[in-house]
């Protein structure tokens, strides 16, 4: 498949998906996954960017190509059979797609992508690199989302320059939103709230995105593991779950350095207390120096505690989020482990430290 070439005109085609039984119009000037947000079609998706394979699907039929991608999400023999990632797949004819990955309660039911005007109401550090970000909805009236997605932050005085970041809220106070946000060195947005932003200036969002949220009617122990600020979307399911009174087992894993990278420890207990049967677990890579009181700790990388932790991870539903390498790591245990991979949920993020 070749690179996407600009067309001067831009001609509409029509994609039907199988075996859901769906159809949707696409312009060559959108991507596949792009259009189906645009029609309130919820399809499975994660990164939009290429490096995960949340929104891999098979190509029955049409005239599709690929923008660059990771082979990691889609490798070359793949590409060959006709495997596609449709966050970067772009239609030059009438198509047939067989999704492979799909939640048919929430294909027509998913949150619609709306853009939203926002107005900063706290900037406050939490680790050493972890800053919580607090805004206020200022337009429309109503933002709808899921507990546990994402959004796209407008880098302020940055044309079409966004990064995505999960909420942390929950959709009960849907006009009081948090994100927590890593500060890497050099990252343009993190550099931002370290002294151009502040209090009552205006952000743009757009959303919400991604699949990393509790499924109605599912009955099995949930695993969340999280890292960095992979907090936020945990955060944002633990609350939700306290909320609604979700009586399944949770039990969340999340990895640090120190002890000193750990935070929200007393919200996570008091939310623990909420709930019919949660566990709570801080798993620490390198000191083990000066542990709080009342937190179980366990010494090693998040995915070695799990693996030690959870000998039944296979009739468990995993939730991921984190660094791209945490989130590696763990896809790869639950391989080894046989999770199916329907019972897996991921958000991956490149680092804005590479852009």
């Not at 929430?106 to 800053?131: F, M, Y």
């Not at 009174?245 to 120190?258: D, E, K, S, V």
């Amino acid at each position: 498949m070749h690179p996407h070439q600009e067309v001067p005109v831009s001609e509409t085609h029509r994609v039907t998906f199988v075996p859901v039984d769906i159809e949707m119009e696409v312009s060559e000037d959108e991507t596949i996954l792009d259009a189906a947000f645009r029609q309130g079609i919820h399809l499975m998706h994660g990164c939009r960017e290429g490096r995960c394979s949340a929104c891999k699907s098979y190509m029955l039929d049409g005239d599709v190509q690929m923008d660059d991608y990771s082979t990691f999400a889609c490798n070359d023999a793949e590409a060959d059979e006709g495997y596609v990632l449709l966050c970067r797949s772009w239609a030059y004819s009438d198509c047939e797609v067989e999704l492979l990955n799909f939640d048919e309660d929430e294909l027509l039911n998913g949150a619609p992508i709306q853009d939203i005007s926002t107005r900063i109401t706290a900037i406050e550090p939490k680790t050493a690199d972890i800053v919580s970000l607090r805004l206020e909805v200022v337009e429309p009236a109503e933002f709808e989302f899921k507990a546990g997605q994402f959004v796209d932050i407008h880098i302020p005085g940055e044309d079409d320059t966004t990064r995505s970041f999960s909420v942390a809220t929950t959709p009960s106070n849907p006009k009081e939103l948090e994100f927590l946000i890593k500060k890497y060195p050099g990252g343009l947005f993190a550099g931002m709230l370290d002294g151009s932003l502040t209090a009552g200036d205006e952000l743009a969002i757009t959303g919400p995105y991604g699949s990393f949220t509790v499924k109605d009617g599912h009955v099995l122990p949930i695993v969340l593991m999280g890292g960095g600020a992979g907090m936020a979307p945990v955060l944002s399911l633990l609350r939700h779950a306290s909320e609604t009174g979700l009586t399944r087992p949770m039990r969340f894993y999340y990895g640090a350095r120190t002890a000193k990278d750990l935070f929200y420890l007393d919200e996570i207990a008091s939310l623990g207390k909420q709930l019919a049967d949660f566990t709570f677990t801080a798993c620490l890579s390198e000191s083990m120096d000066d542990l709080p009181a009342g937190v179980t700790v366990e010494h090693g990388n998040v995915t070695d505690v799990v693996e030690r932790s959870e000998p039944d991870l296979a009739r468990t539903e995993v939730y991921l989020c984190g660094p791209p390498p945490m989130v590696d790591a763990a896809l790869a245990l639950a391989d080894t482990c046989s999770v199916p991979k329907d019972q897996v949920f991921y958000d991956k993020f490149t680092s804005p430290a590479f852009d």
